[in-house]
T-cell receptor
Framework: NAGVMQNPRHLVRRRGQEARLRCSPM?????VYWYRQLPEEGLKFMVY????????ESGMPKERFSAEFPKEGPSILRIQQVVRGDSAAYFC??????????????FGPGTRLTVT | DQQVKQNSPSLSVQEGRISILNCDYT??????FLWYKKYPAEGPTFLIS?????DKNEDGRFTVFLNKSAKHLSLHIVPSQPGDSAVYFC??????????FGQGTTLQVKP
């Protein structure tokens, strides 16, 4: 029973390049959440998705960031034209179908993005 | 606006003693509160939660207390063990699925 999988674990991009972060939820989970942790800070909510739907993207920066959770395949967080300030740890969490209570969010190990 | 605050960045306790981690919140719409534990280079792991209709929840060595009037919650770990050394995050939600996290408190348990 594999947990939430994220890849890559580490990603280095030069300024201006694109970053693609992948998240495979736990088996049977249909809700995915993305959080970002900047150095010395707590996790900040970015977006909440269900299959083929964005439910809440109130934490997503207005430009350069997008997220999807297609019918088949992993959820993707895409950052276009990365800047140094995008360097952070990006965590994905998943939860089962139905109303998501906080204790049912299971986190992946994170992707550490470094922009040089 | 920091809706969930952990004002102590770090805490050090002796093995066997009690660890008390504190958390304050401002949004009265929050109805569920959680504590997560995080080791370096890993994702947060759920520890314990409490609904706003309760004032205490206990699970083994971990107890969470909620004081709604003060908008304050705390996590008690008794007895503390060296393996408890980690960063502890308090989080809150208003049943939207979205978790709002505090900044974290680094707990060090000395043998």
């Amino acid at each position: 029973n594999a947990g939430v999988m994220q890849n890559p674990r580490h990603l280095v991009r030069r300024r201006g390049q694109e970053a693609r972060l992948r998240c495979s939820p736990m088996k049977g989970h249909s809700h995915v959440y993305w959080y970002r942790q900047l150095p010395e800070e707590g996790l900040k909510f970015m977006v909440y998705l269900q299959k083929e739907n964005i439910i809440d993207e109130s934490g997503m920066p207005k430009e350069r960031f997008s997220a999807e959770f297609p019918k088949e395949g992993p959820s993707i967080l895409r950052i276009q034209q990365v800047v140094r300030g995008d360097s952070a740890a990006y965590f994905c969490a998943s939860s089962p179908p139905g109303l998501a209570k906080g204790n049912e969010q299971y986190f992946g190990p994170g992707t550490r993005l470094t922009v040089t | 606006d920091q809706q969930v605050k952990q004002n102590s960045p770090s805490l050090s306790v002796q093995e066997g003693r009690i660890s008390i981690l504190n958390c304050d919140y401002t949004n009265s719409m929050f109805d569920y509160f959680l504590w997560y534990k995080k080791y370096p280079a890993e994702g947060p792991t759920f520890l314990i939660s409490i609904s706003s209709i309760k004032d205490k929840n206990e699970d083994g060595r971990f107890t969470v207390f909620l004081n709604k009037s003060a908008k304050h919650l705390s996590l008690h770990i008794v007895p503390s063990q060296p393996g408890d050394s980690a960063v502890y995050f308090c989080a809150a939600t208003s049943n939207t699925g979205k978790l709002i996290f505090g900044q974290g408190t680094t707990l060090q348990v000395k043998p």
